[in-house]
């Protein structure tokens, strides 16, 4: 019996799935190999985390952009103790997904 896979079930593609998914790819005309692709999949990955500890702006127009916003201080409870705690502001990375993709996987089911 095939387990149906619903909303709740996810799958995880890393480097070497994403790498292997983009060798085999329908109508493929790249001439490169999947230790190629994998190497230029890793390269992306490592100037994009360079960019972003940097503070720079990602975009990948249609898909998502990546930047870093900093959070501000906040008060925080401890629910055993109940005693507050200031939590200090962080740099944290922020996705923001394009309209177009948003739109397209709403469609899916």
Known sequence: MVAKKTATSVSIVGKAKLAERVYNAKG???SLTKA???AVV???LEETKKSLL???SIRFPGYYSLQT???K???AMNLQTKKKMTIPAKRVPKVKFSKDLKEEISKKK
């Open 54 to 56: 940097k503070g720079e």
């Open 36 to 38: 190629q692709i994998e």
């Open 69 to 71: 916003v900093v959070q």
């Open 28 to 30: 493929r005309k790249l």
């Open 42 to 44: 890793s390269g992306v």
């Open 73 to 75: 201080p906040r008060v």
